[in-house]
């Protein structure tokens, strides 16, 4: 099977691969790559836990054809932290008890940072629609939403 060069930005750096025809991201990303943030699920789209951000929108990594994000921006969990200090969601997720298996976990943070990427103030109807591709068995949902209001808020605080 033929192979194709893809040269893209992964969490800011720079990155190229040969790809087999028909690949997805999340195999490239996890195999190819060794980032092991995004998770595999449901293969099907359905689970959200291998969301990822493409040029700051989130997209579903076992959907994406890796040939797709040439030229592109990608950013996993492992793009979020600031060097040694987490991203404010990060930080809310583990105070507000948002992970508990922790397998919906990265989908979710990566959902909800491009939603305060674009709504720095949004409104809980805002989060839950965010994050509404994405599954959690555990949680019940109410402590993810909390902890994506709270990381909005500790945004806000950092800005001012």
Do not use: W
């Not at 959200?48 to 951000?53: E, F, I, K, N, P």
């Amino acid at each position: 099977m033929a192979r194709t060069p893809v040269e893209f930005r992964l969490n800011g750096a720079e990155k190229a691969v040969f790809v087999e025809g028909g690949a997805n991201l999340l195999d490239v990303l996890r195999r190819g790559l060794g980032d092991m943030t995004p998770k595999y699920g449901c293969g099907q789209g359905t689970c959200g836990t291998c969301t990822v951000l493409v040029d700051g929108r989130p997209q579903l990594a076992c959907l994406t054809l890796a040939e797709t994000v040439a030229g592109r921006e990608v950013r996993t969990v492992a793009g979020l932290p600031d060097g040694a200090e987490l991203h404010p969601l990060q930080d809310a997720f583990m105070e507000n008890f948002a992970a508990q298996c922790g397998y919906c976990t990265p989908g979710m943070l990566m959902a909800a940072a491009a939603l305060l990427e674009r709504r720095p103030d949004p409104s809980r109807e805002e989060v839950v629609e965010a994050i509404s591709g994405n599954i959690c068995r555990c949680t019940g949902y109410e402590p993810i939403i909390a902890a994506i209001l709270d990381a909005a808020q500790r945004r806000r605080r950092r800005a001012s």
